[in-house]
């Protein structure tokens, strides 16, 4: 599985960003996928995953009512609606895919993930 994770970019606090993840191969649709952020000296830190069939999710508790992530297996992509951004949301955000199949929980742990993406940078403007 190779992810691309695209739709960073700057905004004002809060405004509103959607983040995308690529996935090619065709096991995607089975695995548990997720959104991690690292922010400079910081380590990376879990924002929001989903099942494979989308029936649970999970969120951070700091994006919680903010951020909305969805997947589409039939076009093998990942998205992560980003709402009311704030200062403390900037950071480089990685889509990552955990390698079992038809898991019915997320984790959150970044070591529990086997595929990423290369992230893309989110700025936001007080």
């Known amino acids: ?3 691309q994770a695209s739709g960073g970019g700057l905004v004002q606090a809060g405004g509103s960003l959607r983040l995308s993840c690529a ?3 065709r096991t995607f649709s089975n695995y548990v996928m997720a ?3 690292q922010a400079p000296g910081k380590e990376r830190e879990f924002v929001a995953g989903i099942t494979w069939s989308g029936s649970n999710t999970a969120y951070a508790d700091s ?3 903010r951020f909305t992530i969805s997947r589409d297996n039939a076009k093998n992509t990942m998205s ?3 709402n009311s951004l704030k200062p403390e ?3 480089v955000y990685y889509c990552a895919a955990r390698a079992r199949n038809r898991e019915p929980v997320v984790l959150r742990g970044p070591q529990q993930y086997d595929y990423w993406g290369q992230g893309t940078l ?3 403007s007080s």
Do not use: Y
């Open 63 to 65: 994006v919680k009512g």
């Open 23 to 25: 996935a090619s191969g």
């Open 1 to 3: 599985v190779q992810l």
């Open 122 to 124: 989110v700025t936001v």
């Open 89 to 91: 949301d900037m950071a």
């Open 35 to 37: 959104w991690f952020r």
């Open 80 to 82: 992560l609606q980003m």
